[in-house]
């Protein structure tokens, strides 16, 4: 995970040298680890616009689990908070562990 983690910030910040990376929150969830990021490129020297990507990427059982979501053009408060809150809630589950359990009905 943190191999993944710093390869994405680093081709990022390559792609778009005065982009930022900013974490947003790691640690444990449902018996999983996991880390949340923030990218943000404000001119991308290919297109010419900005650009920004929002990364959660889980350590599963089995493999490792990647949710994005990317924005080609100037973020809102609105948008950040209202996909800052999607991707939190994004969690991983087994359905051959009790301990890790799928919602009902998965």
């Given at each position: 995970?943190?191999?993944?983690h710093?390869?994405?910030?680093?081709n990022?910040?390559?792609a778009?040298?005065q982009?930022?990376?900013?974490?947003?929150?790691?640690?444990v969830?449902?018996g999983?680890?996991?880390?949340?990021?923030?990218?943000t490129c404000?001119?991308?020297?290919?297109?010419?616009?900005p650009?920004?990507?929002m990364?959660?990427a889980?350590?599963?059982?089995d493999a490792l689990?990647?949710?994005q979501?990317?924005?080609?053009s100037?973020?809102?408060?609105?948008?950040v908070?209202?996909w800052?809150?999607?991707?939190?809630n994004?969690?991983l589950?087994?359905?051959r562990?009790?301990k890790?359990?799928c919602?009902?009905g998965f």
């Amino acid at each position: 995970l943190p191999q993944f983690h710093a390869t994405m910030e680093k081709n990022w910040l390559a792609a778009c040298p005065q982009g930022a990376h900013q974490p947003v929150r790691s640690g444990v969830e449902n018996g999983y680890e996991f880390d949340f990021w923030f990218l943000t490129c404000p001119n991308n020297p290919q297109t010419m616009q900005p650009e920004a990507t929002m990364v959660k990427a889980m350590r599963g059982r089995d493999a490792l689990y990647v949710a994005q979501k990317s924005f080609k053009s100037v973020l809102t408060r609105e948008l950040v908070l209202e996909w800052t809150h999607f991707i939190r809630n994004i969690e991983l589950c087994d359905t051959r562990d009790e301990k890790r359990a799928c919602p009902p009905g998965f």
